[in-house]
Antibody, heavy 118, light 107 residues
Framework: EVHLVESGGDLVQPGGSLRLSCVGS????????MSWVRQAPGKGLEWLSV???????QYADSVRGRFTISGDSSKNTLYLQMDRLRPEDTAIYYC????????????WGQGTLVTVSS | EIVMTQSPATLSASPGERATVSCRAS??????LAWYHQRPGQAPRLLMY???TRATGIAARFSGSGSGTEFTLTISSLQSEDFGVYYC?????????FGQGTKVESK
């Protein structure tokens, strides 16, 4: 059974950094399209980034240059390094795996909360 | 970026009633359109992909239609577990983009 568990969310000051982790089980993280999606409080879903075929990546304009997606195949884990955080980055961050040939998200973690505030 | 626009923002309906949510894309996405359902405090759940294919385990009362720029999700007879927020999402182009959501609430 596919399972995703995020961790690393915390309260951080504006301008600070944080690294989120997403551990996969029941499948191989590095063999799938893996994305990060966030949801600000009371708001909708925003796709942020994807990693696929090992090291190819895409980013949303809102995080390009500040966030970095990566994976560790030995730990079956996906990461999101978040730098230069802003208050508007406050959200629940979900990792998600594409289902089938890709593009839509068939599997989601439970999310981890990031709060950016002084 | 392809902008996805959903309507209505809120839909009030009673259990047993039919509910229809619309999604419009700013550019053609062919049939590369998915629908999700999210209950409060939970992660989204995939309902539909390729515009009209139900995901594994999704009840037959859910149906999807459309292609190009106009899409519809229909729930033929609302059940209590169907209330929540519905999102459409395109996967034709990067970045993947979601609609703003439609809240289906009990009348």
């Amino acid at each position: 059974e596919v399972h995703l568990v995020e961790s690393g969310g915390d309260l951080v000051q504006p301008g600070g950094s944080l690294r989120l982790s997403c551990v996969g089980s029941g499948f191989t993280v590095s063999s799938n399209y893996m994305s990060w999606v966030r949801q600000a409080p009371g708001k909708g879903l925003e796709w942020l980034s994807v990693i696929y075929t090992g090291d190819r990546t895409q980013y949303a304009d809102s995080v390009r240059g500040r966030f970095t997606i990566s994976g560790d195949s030995s730990k079956n884990t996906l990461y999101l390094q978040m730098d230069r955080l802003r208050p508007e980055d406050t959200a629940i961050y979900y990792c998600a795996r594409d289902a089938g040939p890709g593009g839509y998200f068939g599997y989601w973690g439970q999310g981890t909360l990031v709060t950016v505030s002084s | 970026e392809i902008v996805m626009t959903q309507s209505p923002a809120t839909l009030s309906a009673s259990p047993g009633e039919r509910a229809t949510v619309s999604c419009r894309a700013s550019h053609s996405v062919s049939s590369n359109l998915a629908w999700y359902h999210q209950r409060p405090g939970q992660a989204p759940r995939l309902l539909m992909y390729d515009a009209s294919t139900r995901a594994t385990g999704i009840a037959a009362r859910f149906s999807g239609s459309g292609s190009g720029t106009e899409f519809t999700l229909t729930i033929s007879s609302l059940q209590s577990e169907d209330f929540g927020v519905y999102y459409c999402q395109q996967y034709t182009l990067w970045p993947r983009t979601f609609g703003q959501g439609t809240k289906v609430e009990s009348k």
